[in-house]
């Protein structure tokens, strides 16, 4: 391995490191606007140049530059320093002094180092360039007088996006930033430009003049509109959420989230359930606690055990799953499910309805098969995840499903049942491939188990699983993709129907017979609410969604901003939100709800504190106690029946429209924006390089 | 400052001629399999000279031929300036206006190009027939001030050679090109000054 020397200190890095990185490793601050390190190297903004000898006797761009045995490079002695002070003169010539008014300001690269290693006055008397702002969607908010030509933005379209889409054209003092045909950027991670940006030039249209980074309140939290979990930073001011952006997490979302995480935020100020209400006379009229909690007690009362049931739907955090699962439980009510789609999956067997590779764990797989699920849709970081895999070309896609464009080629093997059946009986070309696979995976979608024949699916794909070699010890190909923050918490938890209960298809088939008098629903909304016959409805969630709009009582519940509590990702990531905000008016806790419904009734549950509910969730499935540490391995076990007959009808989307999934994004002017801007956008058919 | 709005009228389709069908698949043809992107200059190259211009419409088909995003043809069409991205007449007159060119009489061809076409730099005659540009050295700075016309050089012009030659051109006919002083190639204006005698034996 090749020994530098760097500011008079030794190191020894791997070779091909850049002396950019090996610089880092010392912890020295080399400034910089092109080089970022999940990106390709481009460069071009010169702002990293060192002084290395041997070498030409000039500053080099040390992003560029490999490390070599015997350099010395220097750091900050006075031809760097002066180098870079003229780089920084040169960036600024054209770069506008509208600092003031740029929502960057604050957080702007250009502004930080332009104060560190710039001069203190301007020679430049000439004109400066203007350049015409571009449309690039409703997210993203163009001021391309400000660019710096960093191409940061190309190549992370390009290359992690996979939606090329943005280029540099024209050249020199012309170069501009652009899609060249006006067209909003149709991909679903686009407002990872805004973070990429190292100037104002690309800025978050939403959020455009609503505040600066320094008066912001800054909660660093969990997503729960997929199920991925992704890490996020909540930054509020006055009680109001103002925008939400990624975290680092490595093994989870790496520094990227989708727009719908980023950008659903305002949906959480609009259409909030601030008060119960209670329906009299057939309207829903503002009430108390008291007198909410006493309508649902009250019908309680006149309706048996076994015509109640309860459905948890995407949004339900854990706490209230357990909440409510104990309470159905010391009422005897059997009805009881956190499947709301209707999805086969089986409770029993953990690694069953888990994403048993792990979302890292896709960089290491060589050949992978999809049934039945649109990755980029149902978790765009999770797509982003298996496109970088694919960049390396060390992984071969095949997929059974609808015909999309997932931002990588994908050999489309067939549109239903009866392809994962060939092949999973070893009649299909696309067998041997995963059996000659190191570490070959499958990844099954809501829109393959939300089906009647969900059993078989899942039954099939163990097989399959399992006899190409896809779970050993080392090893654990089998995967099922969420959609839905609360559903493997839910089935964790055991939120699932008891002794011959009914499952969530069966509760509404029940309460459209009038087999079912009473239903609860907690936060869910994606449910055809119209089924639920004559039924009392209690709602319990945030929005005035289909729930709430159905509900005989409204319970206000808080949304994920609003309350610690417990998530469990795709991968079985116990992770825990953080409040950032107090839900409106008289919302609560939804965990708390559930308590002093309890109360009413005159049938307490055991604890009354946010630990007491961890403890007894920790009680019920010990993995609860392993808040942010990482999923662990789970046992493998018989699931599914491959010997249900299989309905041949094609697997079907189980997101049709990305950017509504949730009562939030509904909400969300934002995400209305969104739909319009493809809707308008896919009438004109499909673009991208494997469109 | 974005010429792109500029870009009009705009064809919605285009396509090779059989003809140059051929040549472009012998163009890619030269480049191994998974690298037909290094084409790209010359199809924009070939779809300039069935056009005269290079559209967005042809710039598709071209990314659609060599499997490419649109985008990275884009970026390579409006890179280089010889690639048009408008229309321009039949005769592409390109005045370079550098500082040889300049200090040798550039003003005066330009001059000669407002008589005679009645258009300035930038501009094409009402006919199509004629579109003049002003264009950064064009590598021919001996033979200062010169044109590009099509793809000829005209060199050693004065006020009245480049009238000459644009009236032929208005004429129909097809001037030759080179020099118009008549010297040959980049000689000696007048006449060879070195190497006049036969070297004798001996002196080196």
């Given at each position: 391995?090749?020994?530098?020397?760097?500011?008079?200190?030794?190191?020894?890095?791997?070779?091909?490191t850049?002396?950019?990185?090996?610089?880092?490793?010392?912890?020295?601050?080399?400034?910089?606007?092109?080089?970022?390190?999940r990106?390709?190297?481009?460069?071009?903004?010169?702002?990293?140049l060192?002084?290395?000898?041997?070498g030409?006797?000039?500053?080099?761009?040390?992003?560029?530059?490999?490390?070599?045995?015997?350099?010395?490079?220097k750091?900050?002695?006075?031809?760097?320093?002066?180098?870079?002070?003229?780089?920084?003169?040169?960036?600024?010539?054209?770069?506008p002094?509208?600092?003031?008014?740029?929502?960057?300001?604050?957080?702007?690269?250009?502004?930080?180092?332009?104060m560190?290693?710039?001069?203190?006055?301007?020679?430049?008397?000439?004109?400066?360039?203007?350049?015409?702002?571009?449309y690039?969607?409703?997210?993203i908010?163009?001021?391309?007088?400000?660019?710096?030509?960093?191409?940061?933005?190309?190549?992370?379209?390009?290359?992690?996006?996979?939606?090329p889409?943005?280029g540099?054209?024209?050249?020199?003092?012309?170069?501009?930033?652009?899609t060249?045909i006006?067209?909003?950027?149709?991909?679903?991670?686009?407002?990872?430009?805004?973070?990429?940006?190292?100037?104002?030039a690309?800025?978050?249209?939403?959020?455009?003049?609503?505040?600066?980074?320094?008066?912001?309140?800054?909660?660093?939290?969990?997503?729960?509109l997929?199920?991925?979990?992704?890490?996020?930073?909540?930054?509020?001011?006055?009680?109001?959420?103002?925008r939400?952006?990624?975290?680092?997490?490595?093994?989870?979302?790496?520094?990227?989230i989708s727009?719908?995480?980023?950008?659903?935020?305002?949906?959480?100020?609009?259409?909030r359930?601030?008060?119960?209400?209670?329906?009299?006379?057939?309207?829903?009229?503002?009430?108390?606690?008291?007198?909410a909690?006493?309508?649902?007690?009250?019908?309680?009362?006149?309706?048996?055990p076994?015509?109640?049931?309860?459905?948890?739907?995407?949004l339900?955090?854990c706490?209230?799953?357990?909440a409510l699962?104990?309470?159905?439980?010391?009422?005897?009510?059997?009805?009881?499910?956190?499947?709301?789609d209707g999805?086969?999956?089986?409770?029993?067997?953990?690694?069953?309805?888990?994403?048993?590779?792990?979302?890292?764990?896709?960089?290491?797989?060589?050949?992978?098969?999809?049934?039945?699920?649109?990755?980029?849709?149902?978790?765009?970081?999770?797509?982003?995840?298996i496109?970088?895999?694919?960049?390396?070309?060390?992984?071969?896609?095949?997929?059974?499903?609808?015909?999309?464009?997932?931002?990588?080629?994908?050999?489309?093997?067939?549109?239903?049942?009866?392809?994962?059946?060939?092949?999973?009986?070893?009649?299909?070309?696309?067998?041997?491939?995963?059996?000659?696979?190191?570490?070959?995976?499958?990844?099954?979608?809501?829109?393959?188990?939300?089906?009647?024949?969900?059993a078989?699916?899942?039954?099939?794909?163990?097989?399959?699983?399992?006899?190409?070699?896809?779970?050993?010890?080392?090893w654990?190909?089998?995967?099922?993709?969420?959609?839905?923050?609360?559903?493997?918490?839910?089935?964790?938890?055991?939120f699932?129907?008891?002794?011959?209960g009914?499952?969530?298809?069966?509760?509404?088939?029940?309460?459209?017979k009038?087999?079912?008098?009473f239903?609860?629903?907690?936060?869910?909304?994606?449910?055809?609410?119209?089924?639920?016959?004559?039924?009392?409805?209690?709602?319990?969630?945030?929005?005035?969604?289909?729930?709430?709009?159905?509900?005989?009582?409204?319970?206000?519940?808080?949304?994920?901003?609003e309350?610690?509590?417990?998530?469990?990702?795709?991968?079985?990531?116990?992770?825990?939100?953080?409040?950032?905000?107090?839900?409106p008016?008289?919302?609560?806790?939804?965990?708390?709800i559930?308590?002093?419904?309890?109360?009413t009734?005159g049938?307490p549950?055991?604890?009354?504190?946010?630990?007491?509910?961890?403890?007894?969730?920790?009680?019920?499935?010990?993995?609860?106690?392993a808040?942010?540490?990482?999923?662990?391995v789970?046992?493998?076990?018989?699931?599914?029946?491959?010997?249900?007959?299989?309905?041949?009808?094609?697997?079907?989307?189980?997101?049709?429209?990305?950017?509504?999934?949730?009562?939030?994004?509904?909400?969300?002017?934002?995400?209305?924006?969104?739909?319009?801007?493809?809707?308008?956008?896919?009438?004109?058919?499909g673009?991208?390089?494997?469109? | 400052?974005?010429?792109?709005?500029?870009?009009?009228?705009e064809?919605?389709?285009?396509?090779?001629?059989?003809?140059?069908?051929?040549?472009?698949?012998?163009?890619?043809?030269?480049?191994?399999?998974?690298?037909?992107?290094?084409?790209?200059?010359?199809?924009?190259?070939?779809?300039?000279?069935?056009?005269?211009?290079?559209?967005?419409?042809?710039?598709?088909?071209?990314?659609?031929?060599?499997?490419?995003?649109?985008?990275?043809?884009?970026?390579?069409?409006?890179?280089?300036?010889?690639?048009?991205l408008?229309?321009?007449?039949?005769?592409?007159?390109?005045?370079?206006?550098?500082?040889?060119?300049?200090?040798?009489?550039?003003?005066?061809?330009?001059?000669?190009?407002?008589?005679?076409?009645?258009?300035?730099?930038?501009?094409?005659?009402?006919?199509?027939?004629?579109?003049?540009?002003?264009?950064?050295?064009?590598?021919a700075?001996?033979?200062?001030?010169?044109?590009?016309?099509?793809?000829?050089?005209?060199?050693?012009?004065?006020?009245?050679?480049?009238?000459?030659?644009?009236?032929?051109?208005?004429?129909?006919?097809?001037?030759?090109?080179?020099?118009?002083?008549?010297?040959?190639?980049?000689?000696?204006?007048?006449?060879?000054?070195?190497?006049?005698?036969?070297?004798?034996?001996?002196e080196?």
């Open positions: 391995m090749p020994k530098l020397t760097i500011d008079g200190v030794e190191i020894e890095v791997e070779a091909g850049t002396v950019l990185q090996a610089c880092e490793r010392l912890g020295i601050e080399i400034p910089r606007f092109c080089y970022h390190d990106l390709s190297i481009a460069g071009n903004c010169r702002m990293c060192v002084e290395v000898s041997p030409p006797p000039k500053a080099q761009a040390s992003c560029a530059l490999p490390v070599a045995d015997g350099m010395t490079v750091t900050d002695s006075p031809m760097v320093r002066k180098a870079r002070r003229g780089v920084m003169e040169l960036l600024l010539i054209n770069h002094l509208d600092c003031p008014i740029c929502d960057q300001g604050g957080e702007c690269d250009l502004q930080d180092q332009a560190a290693y710039g001069g203190d006055k301007s020679r430049y008397r000439e004109e400066k360039r203007a350049v015409a702002d571009k690039l969607g409703p997210l908010k163009t001021c391309m007088t400000r660019c710096i030509q960093c191409t940061r933005c190309v190549r992370f379209m390009t290359e992690v996006a996979g939606v889409e943005l540099a054209v024209f050249r020199g003092e012309h170069m501009e930033i652009t060249y006006g067209q909003a950027l149709d991909s679903e991670l686009s407002g990872n430009l805004v973070d990429l940006c190292p100037v104002g690309l800025t978050s249209r939403p959020y455009a003049f609503m505040a600066r980074p320094w008066e912001l309140h800054k909660t660093e939290s969990i997503d729960v997929d199920a991925l979990g992704c890490a996020i930073r909540v930054d509020s001011r006055g009680g109001q959420v103002l939400v952006l990624p975290r680092l997490h490595e093994e989870v979302n790496e520094e990227w727009d719908k995480t980023r950008h659903a935020c305002d949906g959480l100020r609009v259409g359930l601030d008060t119960p209400y209670v329906r009299r006379g057939g309207t829903l009229r503002p009430a108390s606690w008291a007198e909690f006493a309508a649902v007690a009250e019908k309680l009362k006149t309706v048996k076994e015509k109640i049931a309860v459905i948890a739907g995407d339900a955090d706490e209230a799953m357990m699962k104990d309470l159905t439980d010391d009422l005897k009510v059997v009805h009881r499910d956190c499947r709301q999805a086969f999956l089986d409770p029993n067997v953990p690694a069953a309805y888990r994403f048993n590779t792990t979302i890292a764990g896709i960089e290491m797989a060589d050949a992978l098969l999809l049934v039945g699920t649109n990755p980029r849709r149902e978790a765009a970081v999770l797509n982003a995840r496109r970088k895999r694919w960049v390396t070309g060390a992984l071969k896609v095949a997929a059974i499903g609808e015909k999309v464009n997932l931002t990588y080629p994908v050999a489309w093997l067939g549109t239903g049942p009866q392809t994962l059946k060939a092949i999973a009986e070893g009649r299909h070309p696309f067998g041997s491939v995963l059996k000659g696979a190191q570490r070959p995976m499958l990844i099954l979608g809501q829109g393959a188990l939300a089906r009647s024949d969900g078989a699916i899942l039954g099939l794909s163990r097989v399959l699983a399992e006899t190409s070699g896809m779970v050993r010890e080392d654990n190909g089998f995967n099922v993709l969420h959609t839905a923050a609360a559903r493997v918490g839910g089935l964790m938890l055991g699932v129907p008891g002794e011959g009914r499952d969530g298809r069966a509760i509404l088939d029940g309460a459209g009038g087999e079912i008098g239903v609860y629903l907690l936060n869910a909304d994606e449910i055809d609410t119209g089924a639920l016959g004559k039924a009392f409805v209690v709602y319990q969630g945030h929005h005035g969604d289909a729930g709430a709009k159905r509900a005989d009582v409204i319970l206000p519940g808080a949304a994920y901003t309350k610690n509590a417990l998530y469990v990702n795709t991968e079985g990531r116990v992770q825990s939100t953080q409040r950032a905000v107090f839900p008016g008289e919302a609560r806790e939804d965990w708390k559930v308590r002093a419904l309890s109360e009734l049938r549950l055991p604890y009354d504190s946010l630990e007491g509910v961890r403890a007894r969730l920790v009680a019920v499935d010990p993995a609860f106690a808040i942010a540490q990482g999923p662990a789970a046992a493998w076990g018989i699931f599914g029946d491959p010997a249900v007959a299989i309905d041949a009808a094609p697997f079907a989307a189980s997101i049709t429209n990305f950017y509504g999934t949730d009562p939030i994004s509904r909400a969300s002017k934002t995400m209305a924006e969104c739909v319009a801007e493809m809707n308008g956008r896919r009438e004109h058919g673009t991208g390089t494997y469109g | 400052m974005s010429e792109q709005s500029s870009i009009s009228p064809p919605t389709a285009f396509v090779f001629t059989d003809d140059n069908l051929k040549k472009a698949q012998a163009l890619i043809d030269r480049y191994p399999s998974g690298r037909q992107a290094g084409a790209t200059m010359p199809l924009l190259d070939l779809a300039q000279r069935q056009a005269g211009w290079v559209s967005r419409a042809a710039m598709d088909y071209i990314a659609g031929l060599l499997d490419v995003p649109p985008m990275r043809v884009y970026e390579v069409a409006t890179f280089y300036t010889m690639y048009l408008r229309p321009v007449g039949q005769h592409h007159v390109q005045v370079c206006t550098n500082l040889p060119c300049w200090l040798r009489g550039s003003d005066d061809v330009l001059r000669a190009c407002q008589e005679v076409l009645g258009i300035s730099p930038g501009e094409t005659t009402s006919d199509h027939r004629f579109t003049v540009a002003e264009v950064e050295c064009a590598g700075c001996v033979n200062a001030p010169m044109v590009q016309i099509g793809d000829d050089y005209f060199e050693d012009l004065d006020h009245a050679s480049m009238k000459a030659l644009l009236e032929a051109l208005q004429r129909g006919e097809r001037p030759k090109p080179g020099s118009r002083t008549g010297r040959q190639c980049s000689c000696p204006a007048g006449g060879p000054t070195t190497l006049k005698a036969v070297p004798v034996k001996g080196v």
